[in-house]
């Protein structure tokens, strides 16, 4: 199934929705986008973007590595609001990418605490995929993020409650451009993710989280598991499982923890892999996580929503500059228990620097340390790397 037309008609639809609201009803330019809304409050249409330029200087081990600069991210977001009951939101990627639409969905929230969602959307799994690339500590997600499934077509279901959130969903397409984790021609899967928070005053946060996902290939029977270092300017991997064959399923868990006291922040995720074969070959095992921690040195704590079990942009108030110091801490294992498959071990240390200069602009700086084992061929390069963000 090609997307294409769907989307398009999805975008066509919020356009049609500006043009009613722009023409007799009030407009508005916040710090979160444009806002088009209707006199009765009936028909809302938020417009706004993102854009993250990023550079990068590699120091070489063994693997040649050349310095550069990209778009990394370049979107345009509309979302339209519908008699408060219904929501039509699509990410369009301006930036040249083969994906045209990053997500496309419909959304209908008439159940008390209740959203059914149907399109291209984020599958339910992990803290760390879940968190908007926007509010992410880090320039990109950690090594263990290879495991998760991002974006793909389905349809979910969400549920929340004081101190509770869950969300499941089946999906059965991808219309991404590495469809490793998820190939199309009748791939299947079921994700799911279960969030508390046990404890929430006006200063901390303790939050506990865990996710599933089972997942059967298509008709190929084939899986490849694989992750960048932590940057997105070079397509160089130096873990991968290569394509395993006979693959009958996969079952994917995940857990997640976080302590969020005043400006400090710990986090952590652990996440494994048991991929099933066919023709009497052994069950597979893979693994990956992450510790980190950050300190907003003149900053408040970070959002959080009960709703999404996520956290969201920094408070920053106005004619603030806030700055942040972070570590993290991941390694991903591609080697499996049984031996047959040796695609490596790789363990990064990533050192961050953010600038909040509103709370629409933040530079970011990280210097990442590599280290892997013999299996991935004991390259152990460092990158230097910087990105300058906008969002409305």
């Given at each position: 199934m090609?997307?294409?037309?769907?989307?398009?008609?999805l975008?066509?639809?919020?356009?049609t929705?500006?043009s009613?609201t722009?023409?007799?009803n009030?407009?508005?330019?916040?710090s979160?986008?444009?806002?088009?809304?209707?006199?009765?409050g009936?028909?809302?249409?938020?417009?706004?973007?993102?854009?993250?330029?990023?550079g990068a200087i590699f120091?070489?081990d063994?693997?040649?590595l050349?310095n550069?600069?990209m778009v990394?991210r370049a979107?345009?977001?509309?979302?339209a609001d519908?008699?408060?009951d219904?929501?039509?939101s699509?990410?369009?990627n301006?930036?040249?990418?083969?994906?045209?639409?990053?997500?496309?969905?419909?959304?209908?929230?008439?159940?008390?605490k209740?959203?059914?969602?149907?399109?291209?959307?984020?599958?339910?799994?992990?803290?760390e995929?879940t968190?908007?690339?926007?509010n992410?500590?880090?320039?990109?997600?950690?090594?263990?993020?290879?495991?998760?499934?991002?974006?793909?077509?389905g349809?979910?279901i969400?549920?929340?409650?004081n101190?509770?959130g869950?969300?499941?969903?089946t999906?059965?397409?991808?219309?991404?451009e590495?469809s490793?984790?998820?190939?199309?021609?009748g791939?299947?899967?079921?994700?799911g993710r279960?969030?508390?928070?046990?404890?929430?005053?006006?200063?901390t946060?303790?939050?506990f989280g865990?996710?599933?996902?089972y997942r059967k290939?298509d008709?190929?029977q084939?899986?490849?598991i694989?992750?960048?270092?932590e940057s997105?300017?070079?397509t160089e991997?130096?873990?991968?499982t290569?394509?395993?064959r006979?693959?009958?399923?996969?079952?994917?868990?995940?857990i997640e923890?976080?302590?969020a006291?005043?400006?400090v922040?710990l986090?952590?995720?652990?996440?494994?892999?048991?991929v099933?074969?066919?023709?009497?070959?052994?069950?597979?095992?893979?693994?990956?996580?992450?510790?980190s921690?950050s300190?907003l040195?003149?900053?408040?704590q970070?959002s959080?929503?009960t709703?999404?079990?996520?956290?969201?942009?920094?408070k920053?108030?106005r004619?603030?500059?806030v700055?942040?110091?972070a570590i993290?801490?991941s390694?991903?294992d591609?080697?499996?228990?049984t031996g047959?498959?040796t695609?490596?071990?790789q363990?990064?240390?990533?050192?961050?620097?953010?600038?909040?200069?509103?709370?629409n602009?933040?530079?970011?700086l990280?210097?990442?340390?590599?280290?892997?084992?013999?299996?991935?061929?004991?390259?152990?390069?460092?990158?230097?790397?910087?990105?300058?963000?906008?969002?409305?």
């Amino acid at each position: 199934m090609h997307l294409t037309t769907p989307y398009t008609i999805l975008l066509f639809t919020c356009l049609t929705a500006l043009s009613l609201t722009a023409h007799a009803n009030s407009k508005t330019l916040t710090s979160k986008g444009f806002l088009y809304q209707s006199d009765d409050g009936n028909i809302k249409l938020k417009m706004g973007g993102r854009l993250h330029l990023d550079g990068a200087i590699f120091n070489e081990d063994k693997t040649a590595l050349e310095n550069d600069w990209m778009v990394r991210r370049a979107r345009i977001s509309l979302r339209a609001d519908l008699f408060n009951d219904w929501r039509i939101s699509a990410q369009y990627n301006v930036s040249g990418d083969d994906t045209p639409f990053q997500s496309a969905s419909i959304r209908y929230s008439g159940f008390h605490k209740t959203h059914l969602t149907a399109g291209q959307i984020q599958e339910p799994f992990s803290l760390e995929e879940t968190t908007s690339s926007n509010n992410y500590t880090f320039m990109e997600r950690s090594l263990a993020n290879a495991f998760s499934p991002g974006y793909n077509v389905g349809f979910s279901i969400s549920q929340w409650g004081n101190n509770w959130g869950f969300s499941a969903g089946t999906f059965w397409e991808t219309y991404i451009e590495d469809s490793d984790l998820f190939p199309q021609d009748g791939a299947k899967g079921f994700s799911g993710r279960l969030t508390f928070t046990t404890y929430r005053d006006h200063n901390t946060i303790l939050h506990f989280g865990g996710s599933a996902s089972y997942r059967k290939p298509d008709a190929d029977q084939k899986l490849r598991i694989r992750t960048q270092p932590e940057s997105d300017i070079t397509t160089e991997t130096f873990v991968s499982t290569g394509r395993m064959r006979n693959v009958d399923s996969q079952m994917i868990h995940g857990i997640e923890a976080v302590l969020a006291t005043g400006p400090v922040t710990l986090q952590g995720e652990y996440i494994a892999t048991r991929v099933s074969r066919f023709e009497d070959k052994q069950d597979e095992t893979f693994d990956g996580g992450y510790l980190s921690a950050s300190w907003l040195i003149n900053g408040r704590q970070r959002s959080y929503s009960t709703r999404s079990g996520s956290f969201g942009a920094v408070k920053v108030g106005r004619g603030q500059n806030v700055w942040e110091v972070a570590i993290r801490r991941s390694f991903i294992d591609l080697n499996s228990g049984t031996g047959t498959i040796t695609g490596g071990e790789q363990t990064n240390t990533t050192f961050a620097l953010n600038w909040y200069q509103n709370k629409n602009v933040r530079v970011m700086l990280n210097y990442i340390n590599i280290d892997t084992d013999q299996e991935a061929g004991d390259d152990d390069p460092s990158i230097l790397q910087m990105r300058w963000q906008i969002v409305m």
